[in-house]
């Protein structure tokens, strides 16, 4: 009798094992079947088939009685999905995530007959084929590298925008394609723009897949199929990507690497990069990561030579790099309120634009922050307005209501304080709707367009937005982090960075490496296009902390010099990728039931250290409560797990989560291995 076990699509931490039955003795390992469970049917991927006697199985499995499997879909080879399961193992186990769930990931989000040509324009736009351009003597030196060996070996490809990172990818994948073998090109969501988009198609035209979430679920089953079944080549996509089982996979390139966004804050909270990485060691093929500014995790890992560092250090052609002008806000704000700006208008800004204007250069004003004001405060009491659910100060928008940018909880603004009755709330700090407001105001001939959440969308707006840009029938494009990726515009001339210091604060061991990251890439907006012979172009940097770190060696362009600094700090603290962390979040609607669990987690933990010498590398941090402690009604804490000792933690973790049927229904306990947000 042969028993099959299953990972099935439910939260279960094992795989569970079934019978298979007379007429589906054709099951193989990959084959995806359903099965019974409990009173439904449920999905599932088969891992491993045994041959036994039936005796057995009853002595077995703690006297269940096995069920049958009751069918097969047919539609998916067998072969294709068993390639991705030691892969699919793998991350179930690394990120504590139940197996049936991670290996659902596989599928497409419908059944094949909803692959039908859908009328509405394709997200992959029809344009003329281009050829390839002549690498310069730095980029012929990466590719041969690379293509020497073309077996599992991971390469950081560090190089400024505008080296000609994303050409050394389009030629590798041309290679792997002309070798029949297909290519998986992955980025973060934000920088999967048109443009690129539309540079992929004109390399690789209809041999070009792309799967990410802006797409429909009927979209996404047909460029699935589109690939899995081999009309396609090379599948560019958001993370959600790699799960889509690419046969006869030759390379992964993962670009710009260093983006948090990689890593999926819900569900399984798995990192793009990281499991990419894996992906490439599974199936044996070379992984890539680029970027302007990479992670200080995979740095390091160039730096011992687990990973190979290639360098683009120049940009193509003759551009050179834009000429960075750094305003003391403390000081120009004087001068701002004298001319009657506010204070994140300083004169040299004002001038700037107005020249840029006259010169018929386009203009990029960049702020972190949406809406018209960070928030609303009385003068008369200090009292703020805070969302009723969550542990955050309301946004003001369109100067009449104000707006919870977690929970989305909106009210009304009403200017009289509802506290002391007395004072009339102001707006506090700035948001890009303030500066559009504002900058209309000083520019009234400016052709101005605001790009952040609130403004964009969906792909189309996006897409306008860019094709206007283009035509410059922009002047000045005011946004949030939405326009420091990606884009990349022949008139762009002048960047403004409003106000740089929004992130220094941030209780996040990262967040140096965030602003760092943040100031090069919006600086490098601005004029990628310009001639040896022309004015280069410009960025002013405003900010309260001219003398902080990342500001300072972001100003000499010295990305190795910042991560030495900052990899030091690191290593005295143990924090990645010295240390690893896992973090436990304990969140109930319940406060005290919340706090309750927090402590007996933590003295669990406690316990389970002292249990064993061997445990003795392992910190345990907290409970304490999250610094966002309540979003949408959940009180939240936090418990950290820390060590040097990497393999360790993970076994501490597994034995420490191995009952978890002392925790009530009603609290959760999530787990986050390797955690880039720890609010
Ligand atoms: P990155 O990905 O590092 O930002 P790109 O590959 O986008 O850099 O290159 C920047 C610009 O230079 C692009 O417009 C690209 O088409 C062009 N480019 C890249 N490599 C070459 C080359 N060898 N010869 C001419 N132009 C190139
Ligand atoms: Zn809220």
Redesign the pocket.
């Known amino acids: 009798m042969k028993i099959a076990k299953i990972a099935v699509e439910a939260p279960l931490k094992t795989l569970l094992s079934y019978i298979i039955p007379e007429e589906l003795q054709f099951i193989e390992i990959g084959s995806i079947v359903s099965v019974p469970l409990g009173r439904r049917q449920a999905r599932g991927v088969v891992f491993e088939i045994n041959t036994t006697v039936s005796e057995k199985i009853e002595k077995d499995d703690n006297s269940f009685q096995l069920k049958e499997v009751s069918g097969i879909d047919q539609e998916y080879s067998a072969a294709m999905i068993k390639n991705y399961l030691p892969w699919i193992s793998w991350i179930a186990e690394y990120y504590f995530y139940p197996i049936g769930l991670v290996a659902s990931l596989l599928f497409p989000p419908l059944e094949k007959k909803a692959k039908k040509t859908s009328r509405k324009k394709s997200a992959i736009p029809l344009v003329e084929k281009e050829i390839?351009?002549?690498?310069?003597p730095e980029?012929e030196t990466i590719y041969q590298a690379i293509s020497q060996n073309m077996n599992f070996s991971v390469h950081l490809?560090y190089?400024?925008?505008?080296?000609?990172?994303?050409?050394?990818?389009?030629q590798l994948f041309d290679k792997i394609m002309q070798e029949g073998r297909k290519g998986l090109f992955l980025l973060p969501e934000i920088s999967l723009t048109p443009q690129l988009v539309s540079?992929f198609a004109k390399r690789f035209g209809d041999k070009l897949s792309l799967i990410h979430s802006q797409l429909t679920d009927r979209e996404r089953t047909q460029f699935w199929w589109d690939i899995v079944e081999g009309d396609k080549s090379i599948l560019i996509g958001a993370r959600s990507a790699m799960f889509c089982p690419i046969p006869n996979l030759g390379l992964i390139v993962v670009?710009e690497e260093h983006e948090a966004s990689f890593k999926q804050d819900e569900k399984l909270k798995y990192h793009g990069r990281d499991t990419a990485i894996m992906l490439g060691k599974f199936l044996n093929c070379p992984v890539i990561l680029?970027s302007?500014t990479p992670s200080f995790e995979s740095w390091q890992n160039g730096l011992q030579h687990k990973f190979q560092i290639h360098r683009?250090t120049k940009?193509?052609?003759t551009?050179v790099l834009p000429d960075v002008e750094v305003v003391d806000l403390k000081i120009s704000k004087d001068r701002s309120k004298e001319l009657g700006f506010p204070f994140w208008l300083s004169e040299s800004l004002f001038n700037e634009m107005q020249i840029h204007l006259e010169e018929g250069s386009q203009i990029a004003l960049f702020l972190n922050r949406r809406g018209m004001s960070q928030t609303v405060i009385c003068p008369a009491c200090g009292h703020t307005k805070e969302c009723p659910n969550c542990d955050i100060k309301l946004t003001l928008h369109a100067h009449n209501h104000l707006t919870c940018h977690y929970c989305d909880y909106h009210e009304s603004f009403k200017k009289k304080c509802s506290d002391c009755k007395e004072g009339e709330m102001e707006p506090l700090g700035v948001g890009t709707e303030a500066v559009e407001i504002e900058i209309k105001k000083q520019f009234p001939k400016a052709r101005i367009a605001r790009v952040d959440r609130d403004e964009i969308q969906n792909r189309l707006d996006m897409e306008s937005i860019i094709e206007k840009m283009e035509n410059h029938e922009i002047d000045i494009l005011i946004g949030t982090q939405m326009i420091s990726k990606?884009l990349?515009f022949p008139k762009l001339k002048l960047v403004g960075l409003l106000l740089a210091d929004i992130g220094f604060n941030m209780p996040d061991f990262r967040s140096g490496e965030k602003s760092f990251q943040l100031l090069t890439q919006m600086s490098?907006r601005s004029g990628?296009?310009v001639k040896e012979n022309e004015k280069p172009g410009k960025v002013i940097l405003q900010t309260f902390n001219p003398e902080n770190e990342s500001i300072q060696f972001a100003l000499q362009a010295n990305y190795e010099g910042y991560a030495e600094y900052d990899l030091n700090n690191r290593k005295m603290l143990d924090y990645p990728p010295f240390g690893k962390i896992i973090s436990f979040r304990i969140q109930s609607k319940h406060l005290d039931q919340a706090q309750q669990i927090a402590k007996k987690l933590a003295h669990r933990s406690f316990t389970l250290k002292d249990s064993n010498p061997k445990y003795e590398p392992i910190e345990i941090l907290g409970p304490a409560e999250s610094p966002i402690f309540k979003i949408r009604g959940d009180f939240r804490y936090q418990l950290l797990v820390k060590s040097k000792e990497k393999n360790l933690i993970n076994q501490f973790v597994r034995q420490l989560l191995h009952d978890e049927k002392w925790v009530p229904s009603t609290t959760r306990i999530i787990i986050d291995v390797d955690p880039q947000n720890l609010l």
Not at 132 to 136: A, E, I, R, S
Not at 160 to 168: A, H, L, P, R, W
């Open positions: 390839p351009f002549k690498m310069n980029q490809l190089g400024i925008t505008g080296s000609g990172k994303t050409e050394v990818y389009l540079r670009d680029g302007a683009l940009r193509v052609g551009a990606g990349d490098g990628r296009h």
